[in-house]
């Protein structure tokens, strides 16, 4: 089985940085996702990792960690827009492999 | 590409209603998948299949069922509807299961059984 902790909520200022914090601990490991869904509609796909290091796609960053089972997503520059869940889920290595999704971290961004 | 569409997006059931929920794809995907959203919680596959006529279980399949008799249509079929089915179900498509193949969600059916 897979045991995936992110933060329940976070609270961030416009313009400002932050850093959303994922751990799993799972049987096999290929690859983790990072979403996004604002209330009331679908997730939305935002970054992927295999390696360990860090993926840059404009204001928003992903890292990984293999060894220490531990991901964050970093926002950076902060919008209003940026309010949402965001959600850590991790494929395990198998043959039909499919995700397991983390609870979600609930982000609000203040004025 | 209108992507991933489900019907209905809104459906309130009385106990032991049945229903389908439908869920199609037009991106040529081979991998569909059904999920369920309880609030606070993350998704829950309940059903996934890797191409026309081959479906497999979840996390938590009991309560559904679901066919995949083209690519592009995975509808999911609840019998015997029970309150602790009252959730917000997704079903997304991703082209494989490998690779950096991120899955695409549709929009969403909110049901409440009452």
């Known amino acids: 089985g897979q045991n995936i902790d992110q933060p329940t909520e976070m609270t961030a200022t416009e313009g400002a940085i932050v850093q959303i914090n994922c751990t799993y601990q799972?049987?096999?490991?290929?690859?983790l996702f990072w979403y996004q869904q604002h209330a009331g509609e679908a997730p939305t796909f935002l970054s992927y990792?295999?390696?360990?290091g860090l993926e840059e796609k404009g204001r928003f960053s992903s890292f990984l960690s293999r060894s220490k089972g531990y991901s964050y997503l970093l926002l950076k520059e902060l919008q209003m827009k940026d309010s949402a869940s965001y959600l850590c889920?991790?494929?395990?290595?198998?043959?039909?492999?499919?995700?397991?999704f983390g609870k979600g971290t609930m982000l609000l961004v203040s004025p | 590409n209108a992507g991933v569409t489900q019907t209905p997006k809104f459906r309130i059931l009385k106990i032991g209603q049945s229903m389908t929920l439908q869920c199609a794809q037009d991106m040529n995907h081979n991998y569909m998948y059904w999920y369920r959203q309880d609030p606070g919680m993350g998704l829950k596959l309940i059903y996934y299949s890797v191409g026309a006529g081959i479906t497999d279980k979840g996390e938590v399949p009991n309560g559904y069922n679901v066919s995949r008799s083209t690519t592009e249509d995975f509808p999911l079929r609840l019998e015997l509807a029970a309150p602790s089915q009252t959730s917000v179900y997704f079903c997304a498509s991703s082209y494989s299961s490998t690779g950096s193949y991120e899955q695409y969600f549709g929009p969403g059916t909110r049901l409440t059984v009452t």
């Open positions: 889920a991790v494929r395990e290595d198998s043959g039909y492999s499919t995700l397991t």
């Open positions: 799972t049987s096999g490991f290929n690859g």
């Open positions: 990792n295999v390696l360990d």
